[in-house]
């Protein structure tokens, strides 16, 4: 059994999207306007070095990282990129997924199926969509 879980999923969507925005810190929540009422959904890894985090309101956040690029949130290509992510899962040989959200699955393998190494996992999540896998694997 693999756990597979895309590290800053939203925020990495949203890099791939607009490159020139890759190594600033992004902010991902509401419609991007930090002056309304919203909650921030993801932040990029340089965002959450200033403290920022999912959850927090998109208002402090702003306070938090002022020269953040703060985007609104688009369900539709996060759903896009996780269909991708997830057919890309499902056509490994011998692999049943259930997905558990956009950015998290269970894979199991069959018996006798070679477990991935790191190298294989860093190569299923680098060829689709440029995001960033973690596993964990347990036998049962």
């Keep these: 059994m693999l756990h597979v ?7 990495a969507v949203e890099i791939l999207r607009r490159p020139e925005i890759a190594g600033k810190p992004v902010i991902v929540g509401g419609r991007g ?3 309304e009422r919203a909650v921030v959904s993801t932040a990029s890894y340089e965002a959450r070095a200033f403290g920022v985090g ?4 998109l208002r402090i956040a702003a306070r938090k ?3 953040a690029v703060i985007l609104p949130v688009d369900h539709q290509a996060y759903l896009e990129a996780s269909e991708s992510v997830m057919a890309t899962l499902r056509a490994q040989p011998g692999a049943t997924v259930q997905v558990l959200g ?4 269970f894979v199991g393998i069959e018996t006798g199926i070679r477990r991935p ?3 294989r996992s860093r190569r299923l999540s680098s ?3 440029g995001c960033i896998a973690a596993w964990a694997s347990a036998t049962l």
């Design 5 to 11: 879980d895309l590290d800053q999923f939203i925020a």
């Design 33 to 35: 306007d930090p002056t």
């Design 54 to 57: 999912s959850g927090m309101p």
């Design 65 to 67: 990282v002022p020269d």
């Design 102 to 105: 956009w950015d998290e699955a």
């Design 117 to 119: 190494t790191p190298a």
């Design 127 to 129: 060829s689709k969509r």
